[in-house]
T-cell receptor, first 114, second 112 residues
Framework: DGGITQSPKYLFRKEGQNVTLSCEQN?????MYWYRQDPGQGLRLIYY???????QKGDIAEGYSVSREKKESFPLTVTSAQKNPTAFYLC?????????????FGNGTRLTVT | QKEVEQNSGPLSVPEGAIASLNCTYS??????FFWYRQYSGKSPELIMF????GDKEDGRFTAQLNKASQYVSLLIRDSQPSDSATYLC????????????FGQGTRLTINP
C-alpha cells in the first residue's frame, strides 16, 4: 500500500539536543512538506521541497533544517535553536500538478522536549 | 486579519441534522480549497476539495465555494457521532509550489 511513514510516533528529548524526524513516502510524489501543529491550532508550514536537492523555507523555518537527497525521503531536524520545539509534527506529500493536488499526510510525530 | 479564518467552535449538532462549517479567506487570488478532518491525536485526512464556484457533492458531504464573497463551506448531512472531529479548511495561495494555509479548525461534536 502506498503511503507516508513517519517515525518515531513519540519522541522525547532533553533541551539543547538536536533531533531528527524521519519521513518516507512511496507514493512517487514530487513535493514533500513539514508542518507543525500546536494544541488547538491549525497547521503551520516549516519547510517544503518540490524536487530532489531543493527545498524552501515555509512560514516558521527558524530552528529547523531539512534535506532532500532522495525523492522518497524528507527528514526534518529540530535544532537546539528552536525555542519551543514541543509540538505535533506532520509530514505530507503531493503530486505537483499546477499546485492543485491535495496533500497526503503521515501519521505524525509527537515531540516533547524537556 | 488572518489569511484563513474558521470559527473554532465547539459546534454541537444533534445526530441526523445538517452540520455547517464555514471558512473565509483573505487572498482573492486563491484557487484551490480543501477540507480536512482530524480526529483527536491523529493526522488530517482529506474530505473534499473544490476549485470552482458553486457546490460539489460527495456522499453526505457538500462543499460550497463563493469566490466573490471569499468563503468556502462544508455541509455534512445526516450527521453521525463518527463525524465528531476537528475540520480544517485549507487554501492554496501559490500556483505551482503548493503552499497551503490552514485555518485553526472548527471542533464539531455530534450528539446522539
Amino acid at each position: 500500500d502506498g503511503g507516508i511513514t513517519q517515525s518515531p510516533k513519540y519522541l522525547f528529548r532533553k533541551e539543547g539536543q538536536n533531533v531528527t524526524l524521519s519521513c518516507e513516502q512511496n507514493l512517487n510524489h514530487d513535493a514533500m512538506y513539514w508542518y507543525r501543529q500546536d494544541p488547538g491550532q491549525g497547521l503551520r508550514l516549516i519547510y517544503y521541497s518540490q524536487i530532489v536537492n531543493d527545498f524552501q523555507k515555509g512560514d516558521i523555518a527558524e530552528g529547523y533544517s531539512v534535506s532532500r537527497e532522495k525523492k522518497e525521503s524528507f527528514p526534518l531536524t529540530v535544532t537546539s535553536a528552536q525555542k519551543n520545539p514541543t509540538a505535533f509534527y506532520l509530514c505530507a506529500s503531493s503530486m505537483t500538478q499546477g499546485g492543485n493536488s491535495p496533500l497526503h499526510f503521515g501519521n505524525g510525530t509527537r515531540l516533547t522536549v524537556t | 486579519q488572518k489569511e484563513v479564518e474558521q470559527n473554532s467552535g465547539p459546534l454541537s449538532v444533534p445526530e441526523g441534522a445538517i452540520a455547517s462549517l464555514n471558512c473565509t479567506y483573505s487572498d482573492r487570488g486563491s484557487q484551490s480549497f480543501f477540507w480536512y478532518r482530524q480526529y483527536s491525536g491523529k493526522s488530517p485526512e482529506l474530505i473534499m476539495f473544490i476549485y470552482s464556484n458553486g457546490d460539489k457533492e460527495d456522499g453526505r458531504f457538500t462543499a460550497q465555494l463563493n469566490k466573490a464573497s471569499q468563503y468556502v463551506s462544508l455541509l455534512i448531512r445526516d450527521s453521525q457521532p463518527s463525524d465528531s472531529a476537528t475540520y480544517l479548511c485549507a487554501v492554496n495561495q501559490v500556483q505551482g509550489a503548493q503552499k497551503l494555509v490552514f485555518g485553526q479548525g472548527t471542533r464539531l461534536t455530534i450528539n446522539p
